[in-house]
């Protein structure tokens, strides 16, 4: 699949077919996406893969805030991905201090990076997958040990698709986007 493919046929995936994700398209859709850039090539982000049926119909029921659209996604898909970052790492120099007047902030857009880029590499892998971003961490930990040293930055719905995702919804034009500065 050509990147131009991939990037425009990716979809957010909400239903999933009654077949379980193989460990190892798990550790594939990694593989790629352990190659997505981080700050100063830290690579801070982390994927924990929930695929026990029961830790997922317990995540869909304490773990997203009372937010039905996500519990039904949970209760739907194959695999989990609570996809974590390293606290401290991203946008932190080695004493502590951050580099940049952003802050903590750096550590949100590598998951956001990370995260899409799984989400790319599964699509090239055949699957399905869709980023949650209502969920309730401190519920989350108690129902799956992550380690404290990592913040939940995201949950990733993952699946083969029920059916064939729609056409990409509208999009703005180009010059509405883009602002050549010279």
């Not at 989350?140 to 990409?168: C, D, F, M, Q």
Request: with cysteine; charged share 25%; hydrophobic share 45%.
């Amino acid at each position: 699949m050509r990147a131009e493919e991939c990037i425009e046929g990716r979809r957010s995936v909400r239903k999933y077919a009654d077949r379980q994700v193989d460990a190892a398209v798990l550790e594939e859709v990694v593989a790629l996406a352990r190659f997505a850039p981080s700050w100063k090539n830290t690579q801070a982000v982390r994927y924990h893969v929930v695929r026990s049926p029961k830790t997922l119909a317990e995540i869909a029921e304490r773990g997203v805030s009372g937010f039905a659209f996500n519990a039904k996604t949970i209760s739907r898909c194959r695999a989990l991905v609570l996809l974590t970052v390293c606290r401290g790492v991203s946008g932190y120099e080695p004493d502590g201090s951050f580099s940049t007047a952003q802050g903590d902030r750096w550590e949100a857009f590598d998951a956001g990076i990370a995260a899409q880029t799984f989400c790319l590499a599964a699509h090239a892998k055949g699957l399905g997958s869709v980023i949650l971003g209502i969920f309730d961490e401190p519920a989350i930990r108690e129902i799956v040990p992550l380690p404290a040293s990592e913040r939940l930055a995201a949950l990733i719905a993952v699946g083969y698709p029920l059916e064939e995702p729609k056409a990409a919804p509208p999009r703005k034009e180009v010059a509405e986007l883009l602002e050549l500065v010279d």
